[in-house]
């Protein structure tokens, strides 16, 4: 069965900053990862994916993440980051019969 | 990707009314999925909305409480039945065309059950 992990609930980091946050997933193929953001009230919104290729994936925003396959891992990361991006983050893995895992998300707060 | 709507975007009800939820898709969609938020919580998937069939529900859900059509390939509903105060969440639908699983999200919609 598929699963996902993200081992920190909450992380605060001032603004300008860099951030990273972790995503461990279990799956028993090679599987397709997402980020999703989700700003106070607002819907999902897809960060960036990476189904297969280069290992180091951007996206919006100024993110990107590193798939690691020996440590089951799909980190995201960004070198600094603004007030803006104070929202939920959702690791996802997929598909099993079309269908995502999400995980429990992390809570990331920026002070000035 | 797509552009998804969800109406209403918000609603409090009162304990033992239903309603219905819509999401509406600005192209065709093969796959279209309904999920719970509920507060503080992570995304749980409640049943995939399939055109022309039934829809397939998860565990823990059940057509009678969550009654689902999908009428065609950019439009589906949700009703929440016999509502209860454990109900309170938010309601969001998604699509994907796209065997890799890929899914766009709607706004959700902010469901409160007094």
């Known amino acids: 069965a598929q699963s996902v992990t993200q081992p920190d609930i909450h992380i605060t980091v001032s603004e300008g900053a860099s951030l990273e946050l972790r995503c461990n997933y279990s799956?028993?193929?090679?599987?397709?990862l997402f980020w999703y953001v989700q700003s106070p009230g607002q819907g999902l919104q897809l960060l960036l994916k990476?189904?297969?290729?280069?290992?180091l994936v951007q996206g919006i925003k100024g993110f990107e993440a590193e798939f690691k396959r020996s440590q089951s891992s799909f980190n995201l990361r960004k070198p600094s980051v603004h007030w803006s991006d104070a929202a939920e983050y959702f690791c996802?893995?997929?598909?099993?019969?079309?269908?995502?895992?999400f995980g429990a998300g992390t809570t990331v707060t920026v002070r000035a | 990707s797509a552009v998804i709507s969800q109406k209403p975007s918000r609603d409090i009800c009162q304990r033992g009314t239903s309603l219905t939820i819509q999401c509406q898709v600005d192209?065709?969609?093969?796959?279209m999925f309904w999920y719970r938020q509920q507060p503080g919580q992570s995304l749980t998937l409640i049943a995939t909305?399939?055109?022309?069939?039934?829809?397939?529900?998860e565990s823990g859900f059940v057509i009678d409480k969550f009654p689902i059509s999908r009428p065609n390939l950019t439009f589906s509903t949700l009703t929440v039945s016999n509502m209860s105060p454990e109900d309170s969440s938010i309601y969001l639908c998604?699509?994907?065309?796209?065997?890799?699983?890929?899914?766009?999200f709607g706004p959700g919609t902010r469901l409160t059950v007094t």
């Open positions: 998604s699509v994907s065309s796209s065997g890799r699983g890929e899914q766009y």
């Open positions: 799956y028993g193929a090679t599987p397709y």
């Open positions: 990476y189904f297969s290729g280069d290992t």
């Open positions: 996802a893995v997929g598909p099993n019969d079309y269908k995502l895992s």
């Open positions: 192209s065709q969609v093969t796959m």
């Open positions: 909305a399939n055109q022309g069939s039934e829809a397939t529900y």
